[in-house]
């Protein structure tokens, strides 16, 4: 686990009118932990629970096969494997959480719970086993832990970021050249999209979709078919880097861009410069909205204002703060967040190149590109393989 | 997954049932009575989308703006609505969900829902919109659904897993016993096969894992690179574990398989032996009528007979459909009684010679006097022994 990230929980731990904070959330449970846990979102009726005390300890319960690979990624604590035969979901987990918390001396304390993952379910079955505990939300002093990277964070992310767009580059650096039939088919694209992510090091893929022409209208289609001349293309790709993700989305077209095309890519780009403009400490996510609202009425140019702009990126592939109207957080030097303006092209296909920024004294710092996106992506060749 | 029949059975079901209305809210359960692969919820935690069906009335689907479209197009559910992402998220859905109640259901109306994955924060914010409404846990309704399977589902369900074991046996195909294929390699191999075969395997839940020698110890090895591997090439004379879980029109396999990398020592093929008389043991029991937890009981006592080590600490098999891993559950808890028309995955495992991590999973759907195994491609009483080829 990141030291740095360590020290700030262990601190704001303390600082907690709490005697214990239970994390439920995968994303809350990796922060915490500094562990990914084996694809736990897609396991509803599992889970990874983690338990931190004022006074400093510290212990994850899990089921029996994710406990090697938590203790494989570094973490020195307890590890308490809670027997799935015990009872039906969530009843296991709450019979091993309420003797864990029994030992640790809490069960008749105040402990804060992430209620913003954990099921109601599970909530009540807790008071039921716990009658002493009075439980606090404690989602926002995760989300206000997390919103803020430390360096090492911050690095991590940017490696993400760069394994994204070297995997979309690497993808369409073999895809020219093969768009005449027979041709990559979309899925096989896609495919290609997460090897070389991993190829340059990515520790696992989430979302992935490759989306051609009317398709791309819509935010995911079943990856089929194969690409077609004059098509734009969306790529939209997360990653994890050691669990921390890149939230990613690139366009091309196959063939040289029709002039609309090429004006339509360049349109976005010009909204995206205006919010990068004003991505910078002092100013609030809103105002960042605002911004690119302002600038898309002077320009003319259409954007997907309902959709927001734009988002936190972290242990989550996306998180808060959000460059939304409603969002007035404040930006500060350490926030890692993901501009994603959503435009439209000539047939309604929706545009968007997201890339990732940190904010820093004064500005903020472009950390995703690995190479120029400035223009379109033009998908060209004559060979038969490539 | 529209034409899979679940959409009438779920209608019928909430006829039949004490709700007036349910909403459903966990990615798992929303795929199912939307009938639609919808991969990218998981990777969206912080969105919701939710599916609110009234007794008597036509489900609505309430999405995010930007789903809009895709949900159309996915899902059977005519009415979508979008709610603006102008406001937090969970708000916005909140206050669409509890519109579109206020103006179905009576104020005292009974609405179930799956409570086993709402969070607690987005049922509360709800309660305090629908103060007079009576809110009901649903899962078990909703399980007992899931569970068993229409016959469309089952015939999917016998495809994906035919397709899963087709790719892997295509990937291992080309190994041989020389060291030219690593584990990572082999991996990538097994899902190019399966999506040869038109398989889906995009997601974070579709995931090829090889493993061998010692690394096949660890169910989740070289954390947290799940499912990329290794760059160790299998050596002769070891156990290799592959792993594979792939999708087709939102019904998922869930496969796993030994090699042999060259002819089976004694102990190795013992250990493969162990595992099948556990396997055999656990199909003469899969039939309607018993109860999961009796299956449990058997194949452990059957191991416990033979001096086998089990690792029971998973169960012996789970369900599968629009997850990987599901209800009921071959436990010692889960007292739910087979019934014709479940499918399950059979998953005994055991430690081999060198205390690696051996099963091999077999689909298998309960039939009305016992059950049968789905989608083998090879036989699979014998572990798949690699050629010494060059």
């Known amino acids: 686990m990141i030291d740095e990230v360590k020290t700030k929980i262990r601190h704001t731990i303390e600082k907690q009118d709490c005697d214990a904070v239970i994390s439920t959330g995968v994303d809350n449970v990796t922060y915490l932990s500094g562990c990914v846990l084996p694809f736990a979102d897609n396991y509803p009726d599992r889970k990874a629970v983690l338990v931190l005390t004022k006074e400093g300890k510290a212990l994850v319960i899990c089921p029996f096969d994710w406990a090697q690979a938590i203790r494989d990624q570094g973490w020195e604590e307890n590890i308490e494997i809670y027997d799935e035969n015990a009872g039906m979901p969530p009843q296991a987990i709450v019979k091993s959480l309420a003797a864990v918390l029994s030992s640790l001396g809490v069960a008749r304390g105040k402990v804060g719970l992430d209620t913003s993952w954990a099921s109601k379910l599970l909530m009540d079955r807790l008071a039921v086993s716990l009658p002493g505990v009075e439980w606090v939300s404690c989602d926002q002093m995760l989300r206000d832990m997390r919103i803020v990277k430390t360096r090492a964070e911050v690095e991590l992310l940017e490696a993400a970021a760069k394994q994204s767009d070297k995997g979309i580059i690497g993808a369409l650096n073999h895809l020219e050249g093969t768009v005449e039939i027979p041709g990559y088919t979309i899925a096989e694209f896609s495919e290609r999209v997460r090897v070389h992510i991993v190829e340059f090091g990515g520790s696992g893929i989430g979302h992935l979709a490759t989306l051609q022409g009317l398709d791309t209208r819509q935010y995911y289609v079943p990856q089929r078919g194969t690409f077609r001349q004059g098509n734009l293309v969306r790529i939209d790709v997360t990653n994890h ?91 500060e030097p350490g926030m890692v967040l993901v501009l994603d303006i959503c435009t439209y092209g000539p047939l309604g296909e929706l545009i968007h190149s997201k890339d990732t920024y940190e904010i820093v004294e004064g500005g903020s710092k472009l950390i995703s590109w690995y190479k120029k996106w400035d223009r379109l992506y033009a998908v060209t060749g004559f060979r038969a393989a490539h | 997954m529209k034409e899979l029949g679940v959409i009438e059975k779920v209608q019928r079901a909430i006829e039949s049932s004490v709700y007036d209305g349910v909403i459903v809210v966990g990615p798992d359960n929303v795929q199912y009575v939307a009938s639609a692969t919808l991969p990218f919820l998981y990777s969206n935690p912080d969105q919701y989308l939710v599916v609110f069906w009234p007794k008597g009335r036509q489900p609505v689907c309430i999405c995010p703006v930007k789903w809009e479209t895709t949900v159309r197009s996915l899902s059977w559910i005519r009415k979508v609505q979008s709610y603006s992402e102008a406001m937090p998220p969970m708000k916005a859905a909140v206050d669409m969900v509890a519109h579109h109640v206020r103006n179905t259901l009576e104020t005292s109306a009974q609405i179930g829902m799956d409570m086993n994955r709402v969070s607690y924060d987005f049922f509360k914010e709800l309660r305090g919109c629908l103060a007079n409404m009576q809110f009901m846990e649903c899962d078990d309704w909703l399980n007992e659904l899931r569970m068993i399977k229409t016959p469309q589902e089952r015939e999917l369900l016998t495809e994906v897993a035919f397709r899963t074991d087709h790719g892997i046996l295509g990937a291992v195909h080309h190994l041989s016993v020389r060291n030219t294929q690593s584990e990572k390699r082999l991996a990538e191999e097994i899902r190019v096969h399966c999506l040869e075969r038109l398989l889906d395997t995009v997601g974070h839940h579709a995931v090829s894992l090889v493993a061998s020698g010692a690394h096949a110890q660890e169910f989740w090895p070289l954390a947290p690179k799940f499912g990329i591997g290794w760059d160790k090439m299998p050596q002769s004379g070891e156990l290799v574990r592959v792993e594979m879980r792939a999708s087709l029109n939102g019904y998922w396999s869930d496969a796993a398989r030994m090699l042999a990398m060259g002819e089976p020592s004694l102990e190795q093929r013992q250990a493969y032996e162990a595992l099948m008389s556990l396997r055999e043991t656990a199909i003469r029991h899969l039939r309607p009528g018993v109860k999961c937890s009796e299956v449990f009981a058997a194949v452990k006592q059957e191991a416990e007979r033979q001096g086998i080590v089990l690792i029971g600490d998973l169960g012996v098999g789970h369900g599968v459909g629009v997850t990987t891993y599901e209800r009921p559950y071959l436990n010692e808890s889960d007292d739910t009684e087979l019934t014709a028309g479940m499918v399950l995955v059979l998953d005994p495992i055991i430690y081999g010679p060198d205390r690696e991590i051996i099963r091999s999973k077999d689909t298998v759907l309960i039939t009305e006097t016992g059950c049968e195994i789905l989608g083998w491609y090879k036989d699979w009483r014998e572990p798949y022994i690699t050629a010494y080829t060059f």
């Open chain 1, 241 to 331: 880097n050691l669990g921390y993700w890149s939230n990613a989305g690139r366009m091309a077209v196959i063939g040289q861009p029709t002039v609309r095309q090429a004006k339509a890519y360049k349109d976005n780009l010009v909204l995206k410069a205006a919010a990068q403009k004003v991505l910078k400490p002092g100013l609030h996510c809103d105002q960042v909205f605002h911004k690119v609202e302002k600038t898309a009425e002077e320009t003319g140019i259409r954007f997907w204002h309902e959709v927001g702009i734009g988002h936190g990126v972290g242990v989550s592939h996306q998180e808060a703060p959000y460059l939304h109207r409603w969002d007035t957080t404040l930006l």
